[in-house]
């Protein structure tokens, strides 16, 4: 590896982007709006570099899944959202189905 790319305006985006990106606040088309990459310089640039392609993978990674499930409530059927396996929503009607039926 030679350092003679060492200030090329790609590994300088790169570094830039990389940065940005480990805010949630922005988001990959911010990012590219505010740096004036196109689709196609945007996946070079991941492509290029590691650290890049790592910071957008766990970004992913995190949109993908928040810990939260959407189930449906098996006493009144309304969709909500859990971090557990719970069948029954928070409705203090549904709770009370609910100890009931691990009674049973
Ligand atoms: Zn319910």
């Known amino acids: 590896m030679s350092a003679s790319n060492t200030g090329s305006a790609g590994a300088t985006t790169a570094e830039a982007v990389t940065l940005l990106l480990r805010s949630p606040r922005w988001s990959v088309t911010d990012v590219m709006e505010l740096l004036e990459i196109g689709d196609a310089e945007f996946r070079r640039l991941v492509e290029q570099n590691g650290k890049l392609a790592r910071v957008l993978?766990?970004?992913?990674?995190?949109?993908?899944f928040d810990g939260l499930t959407e189930r449906q409530c098996k006493a009144c059927g309304e969709l909500f959202r859990t971090a557990t396996f719970r069948a029954y929503c928070g409705a203090p009607a549904c709770r009370r189905v609910e100890r009931l039926d691990r009674k049973r």
């Open 57 to 64: 993978q766990e970004r992913k990674a995190d949109s993908a």
